[in-house]
């Protein structure tokens, strides 16, 4: 009986024993990993995905225990020292102006180069350039156009009217530009319409990633799309033995008068028949007064009146 009662206390005692042994164990093994976690770089600039106008950029950090080294790579190239022993940095960098993979390393004692974290920011220091706008002078007929420099483009505007009907703004699709090297050429047709008979200022303006803005030199135009007005358009006849004298007596309104000129169609029926002078310039009251000779015979004579823009009127008459 005391054998029986001694062997379940041995038995006990050693599985008392083993928990013990086990506790401590395992005690241990939470220390050791514990002891070994890796240690963390507080990375406060820059911050992801940013865009900076400048080519410095501060990089600021820190560590909760001293760090032997803190490198960094830029866009995968040979790592760079950022300090030594240290457990705070805050410095400036150069960057090239473009999109950046920075990648911060830490070494800490018993540990090897560890990446702490990974940042991606872009940079863009140059103001955008703009080389030519077009039209220069003369008329607007709507149709404009620019040629610009700029890397990262995320705007381009065109800006027209005046003071007294007010100023519009219209945005240019940078996808429809054309690209030759460097160069970005872009147009666009704008409505006018409301501007008729007036004159407007135009300027482009580009806007780029880091928000850089610059407009281009504001150029003056005036608006015509009214066809001249024939007010009156007369003739008389003067018949002479072989041939008639013919006077053509035209009142004209159009204050960008360029030209009227005529054609027969039946003047010659063995060429084709081309436009020619009547009037290159009006009297003071509009008046266009001009005498011609023409052969006996049927003339059908179109009357043309342009202005500076290209806009016409005309009148038809036949002989």
Same mark, same amino acid.
């Given at each position: 009986?005391?054998?029986?009662f001694?062997?379940w206390?041995?038995?006990?005692?050693?599985?008392?024993?083993i928990?013990?042994?086990?506790?401590?164990?395992a005690?241990?093994?939470?220390?050791?990993?514990?002891?070994?976690?890796i240690?963390?770089?507080?990375?406060?600039?820059?911050?992801?995905? *940013?865009?900076?106008?400048?080519?410095?950029?501060?990089?600021?950090?820190?560590?909760?225990?001293?760090v032997?080294?803190?490198? =960094?790579s830029?866009?995968?190239? #040979?790592?760079?020292?950022?300090?030594?022993?240290?457990?705070?940095y805050?410095?400036?960098?150069?960057?090239?102006?473009?999109?950046?993979?920075?990648?911060?390393?830490?070494?800490?004692?018993?540990?090897?180069a560890?990446?702490?974290?990974?940042?991606?920011?872009?940079?863009? *220091?140059?103001m955008?350039?703009?080389?030519?706008?077009?039209?220069?002078?003369?008329?607007?007929?709507?149709?404009? *156009?620019?040629e610009?420099?700029?890397?990262?483009?995320?705007?381009?505007?065109?800006? =027209?009217g005046?003071?007294?009907?007010?100023?519009?703004?219209?945005?240019?699709?940078?996808?429809?530009?054309?690209?030759?090297?460097?160069?970005?050429?872009? #147009?666009?047709?704008?409505?006018?319409?409301? =501007?008729?008979?007036?004159?407007?200022?135009?300027?482009? #303006?580009?806007?780029?990633?880091?928000?850089?803005?610059?407009?281009?030199?504001?150029?003056?135009?005036?608006?015509?799309?009214?066809?001249?007005?024939?007010? *009156?358009f007369?003739?008389?006849?003067?018949?002479?033995?072989s041939?008639?004298?013919?006077?053509?007596?035209?009142?004209?309104?159009?204050?960008?008068?360029?030209?009227?000129?005529?054609?027969?169609?039946?003047?010659?029926?063995?060429? #084709?028949?081309?436009?020619?002078?009547?009037?290159?310039?009006?009297?003071?009251?509009?008046?266009?007064?001009?005498?011609?000779?023409?052969?006996?015979?049927?003339?059908?004579?179109?009357?043309?009146?342009?202005?500076?823009?290209?806009?016409?009127?005309?009148?038809?008459?036949?002989?």
């Amino acid at each position: 009986m005391v054998l029986y009662f001694s062997s379940w206390t041995g038995i006990l005692i050693l599985i008392i024993g083993i928990l013990l042994v086990g506790n401590v164990s395992a005690l241990t093994l939470q220390q050791n990993v514990t002891a070994r976690v890796i240690p963390i770089i507080h990375i406060y600039s820059p911050l992801e995905n *940013s865009i900076y106008d400048s080519r410095m950029v501060l990089i600021n950090l820190g560590s909760d225990i001293p760090v032997d080294y803190i490198r =960094y790579s830029d866009n995968n190239y #040979e790592s760079r020292i950022l300090c030594r022993d240290c457990v705070s940095y805050s410095r400036e960098k150069p960057f090239d102006d473009g999109r950046h993979n920075i990648t911060i390393f830490a070494t800490f004692e018993g540990f090897g180069a560890i990446i702490m974290d990974i940042r991606n920011i872009t940079t863009d *220091s140059k103001m955008p350039i703009l080389r030519k706008t077009e039209p220069t002078k003369g008329f607007a007929n709507g149709n404009f *156009s620019v040629e610009f420099q700029e890397e990262n483009p995320i705007s381009l505007i065109i800006n =027209y009217g005046n003071n007294v009907t007010g100023y519009k703004n219209n945005s240019l699709d940078l996808n429809k530009c054309n690209v030759k090297r460097l160069t970005k050429s872009c #147009e666009i047709n704008v409505n006018l319409n409301q =501007y008729d008979q007036q004159g407007i200022i135009y300027w482009f #303006e580009v806007i780029d990633i880091a928000g850089n803005v610059r407009g281009s030199r504001m150029r003056g135009l005036d608006v015509d799309f009214s066809k001249p007005i024939i007010n *009156s358009f007369n003739y008389t006849i003067s018949k002479r033995i072989s041939r008639n004298q013919i006077k053509f007596t035209l009142n004209i309104t159009e204050p960008n008068f360029d030209g009227i000129e005529y054609l027969d169609k039946l003047q010659n029926a063995t060429r #084709e028949p081309v436009w020619k002078n009547l009037c290159k310039k009006l009297d003071k009251n509009g008046i266009c007064e001009r005498k011609m000779m023409l052969k006996k015979g049927q003339h059908d004579i179109m009357i043309r009146v342009l202005d500076e823009v290209g806009n016409f009127e005309e009148e038809r008459v036949i002989i």
